[in-house]
């Protein structure tokens, strides 16, 4: 079974420029999350979608952080402009269920350095 | 709000060592308790699960439990390898979300 697959894997780019990053979960999998890490730290959910829908995304810093998951499938985290304060893993994880009892499966991340 | 504290952040052990990470929350009402390993640039593999019905889970040489009345949760390693190597991260489960324990780092020297 394949796991959950994430693009690029590292990215530099300037203050203020704009990133993109993409996250195909397990096939079936209808839960999606997207995760902050920044060293150091445990991961900090930003973004979470059932299928399609937006199911909580109280912790994502909308000025500048955009998510979509069309069709119910992949995923694409953007941020625009970028901050120094970026720099962190951005893990994309899905699970089975919604809510409870689902176990979590993660990428390998995508590290993001802000210059 | 949860809050999840993982004590040692950070540990060194010789070989064949048994060891035990530990792991408290502070809000009782969760569904579950996943405990993951992050290797450096990696991202996260899922270890054990434990959901809030259970008191232990095992899988080879790992052992997790769960005390949910006291709010915490160890995960034992019995005959520790260099290959555990790694940063080791609890996390509870509540609605709809998922909160992390900043880890324990741990080496295993041969």
């Known amino acids: 079974e394949a796991g959950v697959a994430q693009s690029p894997r590292y990215k530099i780019i300037e203050k203020r420029q704009s990133v993109a990053f993409w996250c195909n979960p397990i096939s079936g999998h209808a839960t999606l999350y997207w995760y902050q890490q920044i060293l150091g730290q445990g991961p900090k959910l930003l973004i979470q979608f059932q299928n399609n829908g937006v199911v909580d995304d109280s912790q994502l810093p909308k000025d500048r952080f955009s998510a979509e998951r069309l069709k119910g499938v992949d995923s694409t985290l953007k941020i625009q402009p970028a901050k120094l304060e970026d720099s962190a893993v951005y893990l994309c994880?899905?699970?089975?269920?919604?809510?409870?009892?689902?176990?979590?499966?993660f990428g390998e991340g995508s590290r993001l350095t802000v210059l | 709000k949860q809050e999840v504290t993982q004590i040692p952040a950070a540990l060194s052990v010789p070989e064949g060592e048994n060891l035990v990470l530990n792991c408290s929350f502070t809000?009782?009402?969760?569904?579950?308790l996943q405990w993951f390993r992050q290797d450096p640039g990696k991202g996260l593999t899922s270890l054990l699960l434990i959901q809030s019905s259970q008191r232990e889970q095992t899988s080879g040489r790992l052992n997790a439990s769960l005390d949910k009345s006291s709010g915490r949760s160890t995960l034992y390693i019995a005959a520790s390898q260099p290959g555990d190597s790694a940063t080791y991260l609890c996390?509870?489960?509540?609605?709809?979300?998922?909160?992390f324990g900043a880890g324990t780092r741990l080496t295993v020297k041969p």
């Open positions: 996390a509870v489960r509540e609605a709809n979300d998922m909160r």
């Open positions: 994880a899905s699970s089975l269920v919604l809510a409870g009892t689902g176990e979590l499966f």
């Open positions: 809000d009782s009402a969760i569904y579950n």
